[in-house]
């Protein structure tokens, strides 16, 4: 299976830092998507970003930035000066070939006051 | 309806009992994802409907699991015999069309029906 890796289980930041996830995926289609959504303690997953393969232009869409680079497989993403409702699990994932959302195993993301 | 609506939010039931999801999609959304997520981890596919009939069913674990969508709307998630083991928080997602690969839709995803079997 072509995975999803997020090495990074867990985060504390300070309210006001950035916080930086990682996430490396496996992929053997030249064609592919790659998202980061967002679970707060309600459950719901809420996106955030989608990001296509033959665009690295990278990105800042208010508090959130986000680092493709193709060569490393790695597709990063940063939320500057946190905040407490940053509070949540995030996940990156992989759309390709068919219809899956392909996901990594999530980053618990805790902002304190 | 504004958003994806699983019910039950919440179901407790005992080990080999039959049990029932429902997903009702945004409104207008022929897309429809089940995905499951079991603590600590992220969700995994389990089937995609493509309207009422299921385009991809790869990811269903074994043959106790069942999801049906019979007008292209409403899906219901199946099953039988529940084990411990099917103990998890249920997604249901849509989106608008599947898009392929060259137009990713977005997944919309519901709040989820957290399974519990005793």
């Known amino acids: 299976a072509q995975k999803v890796t997020q090495a990074q289980t867990e985060i504390s930041v300070v309210e006001k830092e950035d916080v930086t996830l990682d996430c490396v995926y496996e992929?053997?289609?030249?064609?592919?998507?790659l998202f980061w959504y967002k679970q707060p303690p309600s459950g719901e997953l809420v996106f955030l970003i989608r990001?296509?393969?033959?665009?690295?232009q990278n990105e800042i869409s208010g508090r959130y930035s986000w680092n493709f680079q193709k060569s490393t497989s790695s597709f990063n993403f940063t939320i500057t000066a946190s905040q407490v409702v940053d509070s949540a699990v995030y996940f990156c994932a992989r759309k390709a070939a068919g219809n899956k959302l392909t996901f990594g195993g999530g980053t618990r993301v805790l902002v304190k006051p | 309806g504004a958003g994806v609506s699983q019910t039950p939010s919440n179901k407790v039931t005992e080990k080999g009992k039959y049990v029932e999801l429902r997903c009702d999609p945004i409104s207008g959304h022929t897309a429809l994802y089940w995905y499951r997520q079991s603590l600590g981890q992220g969700p995994e596919f389990l089937i995609y409907f493509q309207g009422t009939g299921a385009a991809d069913d790869s990811g269903l674990p074994n043959d106790r699991f069942f999801a049906v969508r019979p007008e292209g709307s409403v899906s219901t998630l199946k099953i039988q015999r529940t084990e411990r083991g099917d103990s998890a928080v249920y997604l249901c997602?849509?989106?608008?069309?599947?898009?392929?690969?060259?137009?990713?839709?977005?997944?919309?995803f519901g709040a989820g029906s957290r399974l519990t079997v005793l």
């Open positions: 990001r296509n393969s033959f665009d690295e």
């Open positions: 997602a849509s989106s608008p069309s599947p898009g392929g690969v060259s137009g990713a839709n977005v997944l919309t």
């Open positions: 992929t053997r289609d030249t064609t592919y998507y």
